[in-house]
């Protein structure tokens, strides 16, 4: 059998010294770090613990980790004496394991006169082993990029020459590279000839520039595959079931020992485990913070939390890591903690020496938490009320009375009416009232969330007599409900996974449709009133996947199964796995967006982009967050009462030289814009003039309105959005021309300053004296009184006017368009 491979494959099979000098360009060229002190070293740990070959073409990198007196964890790989007790079986070079022969044997690993053994078994080196074309081909095309969006794995390919991306399409590459173009882009006589060779190496001009080079390991897969015909894999070949990373997640790096080898194992459905790390394709999520070169190592740049993303073929894996640094300056004071919040913020900021601001002052903490709660100012009345409060917990009292409030389900309504596309458009007028008021009911009833989260997904019958309905109604298609699904209530952004496996996520298509199979059979119909719709479930309904053809049963995330009884009302099934309490991930999903709401940032950020690549900035809080959570029985109100009780929502949004780098771990508050409805209703409370809306009772703030139907350019100015899709990027909170010339003299705000009846035309009207109504105004607005600076100049810029009434008009435009008014601190 040996006889009919090609020279190239038998020298590969036969040699041992052939893969050895394949291999020098292949094994990691970075030096030791000198700054290792191993004369503290304790004990080292070699990982995989047990190696077993089953081709000659394999190997295993050793990944050595040193622990130290002084509770340092290191890579020690490159300090690391490895070397082979049987050589007619192991052969060894810089770090590499490789098989010589069959047998058995270890392999010693000594360091600072430390010593760990490591078995070895080799089988099936005498035996031909062609290159596998969908475990290795397709994996060399992946890790050099071929098959990325932005080259031959775009929809419509480039320079003529479409393969799958990211290798999702086996059959599609199976044609294009074994028959497309007549063949030509293999040559079996002479491979080195084939344009799939010459094109990536620019041998033959390539427009997508160098990707490949005679020296990569990807280059030799990808030649010898050729020279052995380009055959392609029966179809019950092997096939990789799970992608592990050495070292586990979790890893705290020490500077300046930031480098850390990632060692990337294929385990296949026949029980075989294969080092992959030579074809996998590594990157980080942050360059800024750490970068990781081809071969996986990670080179640490800055302190913070990193995670590196791992694929090999279908297989998508993270492995996070802690980056931390000595600051000079820096010692933890112990601050108090108010609740489980603080301790796990404070474990994370203390890893990474990150000190958290001061409390924030009363006034701060009130004008904050009424905006948080309310979506409003405190009136001046309910400000002196609390400064009145001289018990030692009264900012807990007010939390407490805030969430109670009917503002606050009025509030929160609104922010969920975004999420679930309430409008004219999607609901029809009569629907946009009633869902709008059933989700005010829910919040005023503090509604369970998963309570809450399973009469939307199972909602049935007339949109008039059952509102939560109208979720379904603003569906169109299956594909729409599942993705909407996805997004709101498991923070996953799957619309990729619609045409082809998710990029950056373990969604695949198959997974997309099968997820979309319990909407499918979702029907309406006209009901007996006018816009009325009823929604039932049907009895038939099949999802076909548009690629394979194949009818795809429902399908949970994580593989989760299904009872067959269960699939009669499909929807229900779902929602029953969703917001089940051992389901973590509907948890999180519900708390990150909570968090996010009142600490200006997730925890997970975008809070609906959980996947590898994103993760948590402190997942420990993530996960108690949500274990608290469940156990409260998804007590909405609770987990706000929580996150506002905590010192970490109460710091202050003054940052320290200590912290000022710090965006990610809630060192300090974050400073955010007022929301659009915010906005609009903070000019009408402090100017006293009430905004009105067509169609709807006088008073109505722009918080209470049910949709964005009711059209005002002040709000579209500043970020309303118009709720089409379910992100909450939509609602864009970024500042605009628009907007600076809307202040500037835009006709809303310029109508409230030159009213008659506003604010400080009626206190001067009673007789205050100018230093009165400034004070009245400085409080309304920022919920403070005003400097004795500020308020001598504004005395003073009054007065040098014609009239008082000219002087205020300025003196109140001037503070309403303060940094300090437009956002919350």
């Not at 299956?478 to 373990?506: D, M, W, Y």
């Not at 929502?649 to 965006?663: A, G, K, V």
């Not at 709807?696 to 118009?722: C, I, N, Y």
Request: proline share 6%; with cysteine.
């Amino acid at each position: 059998m040996t006889s009919h491979l090609p020279c190239s494959a038998m020298l590969l099979h036969r040699s041992p010294l052939a893969l050895l000098l394949l291999l020098v360009v292949t094994a990691p060229a970075v030096a030791a770090d000198p700054a290792l002190d191993l004369s503290t070293l304790q004990r080292i740990e070699v990982q995989p613990e047990r190696i077993n070959f089953r081709s000659p073409r394999e190997q295993a990198l050793l990944l050595v980790t040193g622990y130290f007196a002084d509770g340092l964890v290191a890579d020690v790989t490159r300090e690391a004496s490895i070397v082979s007790d049987a050589s007619a079986v192991i052969d060894v070079r810089d770090g590499i394991v490789l098989p010589a022969g069959n047998g058995a044997g270890e392999v010693t690993v000594n360091i600072a006169g430390k010593q760990a053994k490591v078995p070895v078994e080799v089988g099936g080196v005498d035996q031909p082993d062609p290159i596998s074309f969908r475990t290795e081909t397709v994996a060399a095309l992946t890790r050099q990029g071929c098959n990325s969006g932005g080259c031959h794995g775009a929809p419509s390919g480039k320079g003529g020459f479409q393969i799958s991306l990211q290798a999702y399409d086996h059959a599609l590459d199976e044609l294009t590279l074994t028959k497309g173009d007549r063949g030509r882009r293999t040559n079996s006589i002479e491979p080195a000839q084939s344009l799939l060779l010459l094109k990536p190496t620019m041998v033959v001009p390539h427009r997508g520039g160098l990707k490949l080079r005679t020296t990569d390991y990807a280059y030799e897969v990808l030649r010898q595959w050729i020279a052995e015909g380009a055959a392609v894999d029966a179809p019950e070949g092997t096939r990789c079931v799970q992608l592990e990373l050495l070292p586990a997640s979790g890893r705290v790096l020490k500077q300046p020992h930031w480098r850390q080898q990632i060692v990337a194992r294929a385990h296949f459905d026949n029980g075989e485990v294969r080092d992959v790390t030579r074809l996998t394709l590594f990157h980080s999520s942050d360059d800024q913070l750490a970068t990781v070169t081809p071969d996986g190592l990670l080179e640490g740049r800055h302190r913070g939390q990193v995670a590196v993303m791992a694929r090999y073929l279908d297989q998508l894996v993270s492995c996070q890591f802690t980056l931390v640094e000595e600051i000079p300056g820096f010692e933890w004071t112990n601050p108090p903690a108010n609740n489980f919040i603080d301790e796990l913020v404070y474990e994370k900021l203390r890893q990474l020496q990150y000190a958290p601001s001061e409390l924030c002052t009363d006034d701060e903490f009130l004008r904050r938490v009424y905006l948080d709660v309310l979506g409003a100012l405190p009136t001046l009345a309910e400000q002196e009320a609390f400064r009145a409060n001289q018990s030692p917990d009264r900012r807990a009292q007010l939390i407490d009375e805030l969430l109670a409030r009917p503002e606050h389900a009025q509030f929160w309504a609104l922010k969920w009416g975004d999420l679930l596309k309430l409008q004219k458009s999607e609901v029809a007028e009569s629907g946009v009232y009633k869902f709008h008021r059933w989700l005010v009911d829910a919040f005023a009833r503090n509604m369970p969330f998963d309570e809450f989260a399973r009469q939307l997904l199972t909602a049935q019958g007339s949109t008039y007599d059952n509102p939560a309905a109208n979720f379904v109604r603003a569906l169109d298609e299956s594909t729409e409900a599942a993705e909407t699904t996805a997004q709101v209530f498991l923070g996953s952004r799957i619309q990729c996974a619609k045409c082809h496996n998710h990029p950056f996520e373990n969604w695949t298509q198959d997974n997309f449709y099968g997820l979309t199979a319990f909407f499918n059979r979702m029907s309406r119909k006209p009901g007996m009133r006018v816009e009325e719709e009823v929604i039932y479930e049907g009895r038939e309904g099949e999802v076909v996947q548009p690629r394979t053809g194949q009818v795809m049963k429902p399908w949970l995330p994580g593989g989760a199964a299904l009872d067959e009884h269960a699939l009669n009302d499909r929807r229900r099934a779902f929602a029953q796995w969703l917001t089940a309490p051992d389901n973590p991930v509907f948890a999180q999903v519900a708390v990150n967006r909570a968090w996010a709401e009142v600490m200006g940032r997730g925890i997970v950020d975008p809070v609906d982009d959980f996947r590898q690549s994103n993760p948590p900035s402190n997942p420990a809080l993530l996960e108690r967050l949500a274990e608290e959570f469940t156990q409260h029985g998804f007590d909405h109100r609770q987990l706000l009462r929580t996150i506002l009780n905590s010192r970490t929502y109460q710091l202050s949004s003054q940052s320290t030289p200590l912290n000022q780098d710090d965006s990610r771990f809630f060192s300090h508050a974050r400073i955010r814009t007022l929301s659009a409805e915010q906005l609009l209703d903070a000019l009408s409370q402090v100017t006293e003039i009430k905004e009105t809306f067509a169609g709807l009772p006088v008073g109505t703030t722009a918080t209470e309105l049910p949709s964005p139907d009711f059209k005002h350019e002040f709000l579209e100015t500043f970020g309303r959005p118009a709720r089409l899709t379910a992100c909450a990027c939509e609602r864009n909170t970024n500042s605009t021309l628009s907007q600076v010339i809307q202040l500037f003299n835009g006709s809303t705000l310029q109508r409230k300053l030159v009213a008659k009846e506003n604010r400080f035309h009626r206190l001067l009207e009673e007789g205050a004296p100018v230093g009165v109504v400034i004070d009245q105004l400085y409080r309304a607005a920022l919920c403070r009184p005003p400097t004795d600076v500020e308020l001598q100049a504004a005395v003073a810029h009054v007065v040098s006017k014609p009239t008082p009434t000219e002087g205020l008009e300025d003196f109140c435009w001037a503070l309403l368009n303060t940094e300090e008014f437009l956002t919350q601190h």
